[in-house]
C-alpha cells in the first residue's frame, strides 16, 4: 500500500474488523487461558497477524473462524513458551534444591470446576478444541472444517465422538464430590445437527 488513501483504507478496513470481532477473540482466549493477562496477549498478537495479513482476511462469517484459526496458533505458541518457562524454572529449582508445592493451586482448582469442565479436562487438546468451537464459539461444521483444514463428514465425525467420550468422562465423575458451579452449555454434550 503506497499511497496514504490505500493506508486510511486498510486501517479503517481493520477497524472494521477488530471492532466487530475483538470480544468474540478475547472470549475465545479467555476460556483456553490461565489468566486474563495472557488472553489479553493472545488476542493483541491474533490482531497483529491480522493486521500484516489484512488482505487475506476473509469477509463475512469466515472472518471470525479464520481469527480463531489464528487465535488457535498464537495460544499453541504462548503455550510452548509457556512449557519452556516452566520447564526452565523448575530445572533451576531443582539444581538450587527448591521445590514448589501446587497443591493448593490444585485443590483451588478442582474446587472451581464442574463435572463437565473436569470430564472436558480429561479429553485430548484436540478433542477439548473441537468441542469448545461447538459450544462455546458456536461454529457450524463448515466453519470449522474451513477453520481445521479437513472435511464437513470429518468434523461431524470428530464431534460426535468426542462427544461419546466426554459423556463417559462424565459418567465416570458422577458421584465424587462436589467439583464446583461453573455454568457450561449443554452443547458440550448434546449435539445438535450443526
Not at 14 to 41: G, H, M, Q, W
Not at 94 to 103: I, L, M, P, R
Not at 172 to 184: A, D
Request: aromatic share 6%; charged share 25%.
Amino acid at each position: 500500500m503506497s499511497d496514504s488513501g490505500d493506508t486510511e483504507g486498510a486501517r479503517e478496513y481493520f477497524r472494521t474488523i477488530y471492532d466487530a470481532k475483538y470480544r468474540y477473540v478475547l472470549a475465545y482466549a479467555l476460556r483456553r487461558t490461565p489468566n486474563e493477562a495472557s488472553a489479553n496477549d493472545a488476542v493483541a498478537d491474533t490482531f497483529l497477524v491480522a493486521w500484516r495479513r489484512l488482505p487475506d482476511i476473509p469477509t463475512g462469517d469466515e472472518t471470525l473462524p479464520w481469527l480463531y484459526a489464528v487465535a488457535r496458533r498464537v495460544l499453541a505458541n504462548q503455550r510452548r513458551g509457556d512449557a519452556r518457562q516452566s520447564h526452565l524454572v523448575q530445572r533451576i529449582g531443582n539444581e538450587s534444591g527448591a521445590c514448589t508445592n501446587d497443591v493448593e493451586y490444585t485443590v483451588m482448582v478442582g474446587e472451581t470446576e464442574s463435572e463437565t469442565v473436569a470430564a472436558l479436562r480429561m479429553l485430548d487438546p484436540d478433542d477439548q478444541e473441537l468441542l469448545c468451537l461447538v459450544a462455546w464459539e458456536e461454529l457450524s461444521h463448515r466453519q470449522i472444517a474451513g477453520m481445521l483444514g479437513c472435511s464437513e463428514n470429518a468434523v461431524a465425525i470428530r464431534v460426535h465422538r468426542a462427544r461419546t467420550k466426554l459423556r463417559g468422562h462424565m459418567e465416570n465423575l458422577k458421584g465424587k464430590p462436589n467439583l464446583g458451579h461453573i455454568r457450561t452449555k449443554a452443547a458440550l454434550v448434546e449435539g445438535d445437527a450443526s
